[in-house]
């Protein structure tokens, strides 16, 4: 099981906006608040942004090596449809607009979703197998 993820942010007001938005939209809480980051829970696991001091970049660049993107279950093709619609307002842009809700192939209902400093999310609408 994942214990959690940490994300190097190099704007934390901005990242807690949009990360924060979308996390607690799918039902994790605040779990941890510091002058330089902030982490929700969900469970057990728990995703942390920082604004470290010892960044080296100023965006993410997720075609480099290291993280390509998180993806997270997402109740229904409606809830998927949902929270794209409204990451605009949060930060996110969709990915893929001509090939949305299948970028990710015929048999997936996705978003994949870019913030303002590079990181992408994908939200997976659960098939019936994946609840089971």
């Known amino acids: 099981m994942l214990h959690h993820v940490e994300l190097w942010v190099p704007d934390l007001e ?3 906006a949009s990360f924060g938005w979308l996390l607690e939209a799918l039902g994790y809480t605040v779990f941890q608040d510091w002058s330089g980051g902030r982490s929700w829970r969900l469970g057990v696991t728990y995703l942390v942004v920082e604004e470290s001091p010892a960044l080296t970049a100023d965006r993410h660049d997720r075609c ?6 998180l993806a997270f279950h997402v109740d229904g093709p409606d809830m998927v ?3 794209a619609s409204e990451a605009r307002r949060h930060g996110w842009h969709l990915m893929f607009p001509d090939r949305h809700p299948h970028a990710g192939g015929e048999e997936v209902h996705a978003a994949y979703l870019e913030n303002d400093d590079g990181f992408e999310v ?3 609408a659960m098939s019936a197998s994946e609840a089971d």
């Open 14 to 16: 901005r990242a807690t």
């Open 64 to 69: 480099r090596p290291g993280l390509n993107h």
């Open 81 to 83: 449809e949902e929270l």
């Open 122 to 124: 994908e939200l997976v």
